[in-house]
T-cell receptor, first 113, second 113 residues
Framework: DSGVTQTPKHLITATGQRVTLRCSPR?????VYWYQQSLDQGLQFLIQ???????AKGNILERFSAQQFPDLHSELNLSSLELGDSALYFC????????????FGSGTRLTVV | AQSVAQPEDQVNVAEGNPLTVKCTYS??????LFWYVQYPNRGLQFLLK??????LVKGSYGFEAEFNKSQTSFHLKKPSALVSDSALYFC???????????FGKGNQVVVIP
């Protein structure tokens, strides 16, 4: 157990729907990062939050949004889902700047049908 | 922007033989380099990192990596591969611009019994 908890582990939903992925960072970590892993795109950085504030944005679609709550857990919201959004979504956390590297959760596998 | 390249898609090695997974980097400034491993249906696990100091970095599970500034490389090595080392290996570099880790596309390692 890495200490980073992601729920749910698996999600199957239909096109056009909206889902929410949840992440609880490792105890003491203030930064949360979201990554998307697909076969053709590899591991793509989506967004980072630090202590409740957005810090960095990567290749995140406008249909996707995220937030980090006062208790430091984070949610990634995916809306108007398309088949191409099917992927593994990882959350990672770090103490602050990420110099020490990240701790990853086990991911949420999203399947859009 | 900082980036890493992993030139090989798959590395096949016989059990007991030395294992090398290649990574080259492109950074402006001092590189912060990482190796992660991903087993099937699992999140990424930290193996080792180079921040500063000795060019040979020792990590988890008997892995080590050699930082070579002149060749801008950070190859992952293991003297004697195990079947259980079969997994996806990612090299990553810290991107100063937005404080995130940029990952390579990953290398599938197959250790043949």
């Amino acid at each position: 157990d890495s200490g980073v908890t992601q729920t749910p582990k698996h999600l199957i939903t239909a096109t056009g729907q909206r889902v929410t992925l949840r992440c609880s960072p490792r105890s003491g970590d203030l930064s949360v990062y979201w990554y998307q892993q697909s076969l053709d795109q590899g591991l793509q950085f989506l967004i980072q939050y630090y202590n409740g504030e957005e810090r960095a944005k990567g290749n995140i679609l406008e249909r996707f949004s995220a937030q980090q709550f006062p208790d430091l857990h984070s949610e990634l919201n995916l809306s108007s889902l398309e088949l191409g959004d099917s992927a593994l979504y990882f959350c990672a956390s770090s103490v602050a700047s990420g110099f020490e590297g990240y701790t990853f959760g086990s991911g949420t596998r999203l399947t859009v049908v | 922007a900082q980036s890493v390249a992993q030139p090989e898609d798959q590395v096949n090695v016989a059990e007991g033989n030395p294992l090398t997974v290649k990574c080259t980097y492109s950074v402006s400034g001092n590189p912060y380099l990482f190796w992660y491993v991903q087993y099937p249906n699992r999140g990424l696990q930290f193996l080792l990192k180079y921040i500063t100091g000795d060019n040979l970095v020792k990590g988890s599970y008997g892995f080590e990596a050699e930082f070579n500034k002149s060749q801008t490389s950070f190859h992952l090595k293991k003297p004697s591969a195990l079947v259980s080392d079969s997994a996806l290996y990612f090299c990553a570099v810290r991107d100063y611009g937005n404080n995130r880790l940029a990952f390579g596309k990953g290398n599938q390692v197959v250790v043949i019994p």
